[in-house]
């Protein structure tokens, strides 16, 4: 049992069983709700210990549908340790089809780590980052571009711990099959899913597998390869679950983004129109797109510029955009040997 937050998993017990988190919350309509997190757990033995996790955000959702197929899927015989699955971890923001939990307006990713006598978004991350993720190997978060953007399908790490430690997350994430890998930089202190693994001292995996509040055909099998890839990887299993086949990935492309130049932002009121799409190589100086005011039509549109090369991670998209809005990014190619010779 924990503050705030209240389960009856048994960690030790092999099989297949399905329960919850529960963090007391009352509200106006019910005085003793508790908000329920499905949380799902297959063990045989002793091994790789690998937890799975989506709907961090609620709008995002090839890892929500995925990971509740995993569990259906999965039969404890076929696997060597074991798996907790999270299908849609902040499960108010999931049933909203929002972004951010609407009992408190939490946004999970930016929770951590926590506070088990605050709202329940701050609950369940205290939760998640004290008692849940150190009793694993490998933290798997899985995320897409949500409603408001369109993603390039990539696989993330944070550049954290020792360089044996970052070189074992770079070989995962490799391992995933994806065609491109971003390396972040948010720093120990941050308020994310992959800060909380590296200060649980666990290996953190993450990605961008679709984008726009949906799924499609191309997102969905490429996130299922992707977990049956890690599974394969992490020695959980030795036959996809998922997809298939799992096929030897092809070489990835690593990126990076560490400085507030390579994002256009929004600085007034607007509507926005790309240039150019998620996935195309830019210098600096190319046209990103155009910038229009429909309130002062007399007016040309405004040209918007990149200030940095790289590839187009994500862009907007909805049109109608508010100052402080990302409008498109760009990553930096980098080579794998200057994210080892920089690890802390």
């Given amino acids: 049992m924990h503050t705030g937050l209240y389960h009856a998993l048994d960690f030790a017990a092999d099989g297949k069983s399905l329960d919850f988190l529960s963090i007391p919350f009352s509200v106006d309509r019910s005085p003793y709700y508790q908000v329920k997190v499905p949380v799902c757990r297959v063990r045989n033995g002793t091994g790789p210990r690998v937890l799975l996790m989506a709907g961090n955000h609620g709008d995002e959702y090839e890892g929500e549908l995925l990971l509740g197929r995993l569990f259906r899927r999965l039969d404890p015989a076929r696997i060597r340790g074991e798996v907790t699955i999270l299908p849609v971890a902040n499960a108010p923001a999931a049933m909203a089809a929002r972004r951010r939990s609407p009992l408190d307006e939490g946004n999970l990713n930016r929770a951590f780590p926590g506070d088990p006598a605050g709202t329940p978004t701050f609950r369940l991350a205290h939760f998640l980052e004290h008692e849940l993720f150190p009793r694993h190997d490998v933290v798997f978060d899985i995320h897409s571009g949500g409603t408001s953007m369109a993603h390039l399908p990539c696989a993330l790490i944070e550049r954290q711990g020792t360089p044996d430690r970052l070189g074992r997350a770079l070989e995962l994430m490799r391992a995933l099959g994806m065609p491109?890998?971003?390396?972040?930089?948010?720093?120990?202190?941050?308020?994310?899913?992959?800060?909380?693994?590296?200060?649980?001292?666990?290996?953190?995996?993450?990605?961008?597998?679709?984008?726009?509040?949906?799924?499609?055909?191309?997102?969905?099998?490429?996130?299922?390869?992707?977990?049956?890839?890690?599974?394969?990887?992490?020695?959980?299993?030795?036959?996809?679950?998922?997809?298939?086949?799992?096929?030897?990935?092809?070489?990835?492309?690593?990126?990076?983004?560490?400085?507030?130049?390579?994002?256009?932002?929004?600085?007034?009121?607007?509507?926005?129109?790309?240039?150019?799409?998620?996935?195309?190589?830019?210098?600096?100086?190319?046209l990103a797109g155009w910038f229009h005011d429909l309130t002062r039509l007399d007016q040309p549109e405004e040209e918007l510029r990149f200030e940095e090369a790289g590839i187009v991670i994500s862009r907007r998209l909805h049109s109608d955009s508010e100052a402080g809005d990302c409008l498109i990014q760009v990553a930096r190619p980098v080579e794998e040997a200057g994210i080892l010779g920089r690890a802390a």
């Fill in 180 to 286: 491109y890998g971003f390396v972040a930089e948010n720093g120990a202190t941050a308020p994310t899913s992959m800060a909380a693994a590296a200060r649980a001292g666990v290996i953190g995996i993450s990605g961008e597998f679709g984008g726009g509040g949906t799924v499609t055909p191309e997102t969905m099998a490429y996130t299922a390869r992707a977990i049956d890839n890690l599974l394969i990887a992490t020695g959980l299993t030795d036959a996809p679950v998922l997809s298939v086949a799992a096929p030897v990935p092809a070489p990835m492309q690593l990126l990076q983004l560490d400085s507030h130049r390579q994002a256009i932002y929004a600085l007034r009121r607007g509507w926005f129109e790309p240039a150019v799409d998620v996935g195309a190589r830019v210098a600096a100086g190319d």
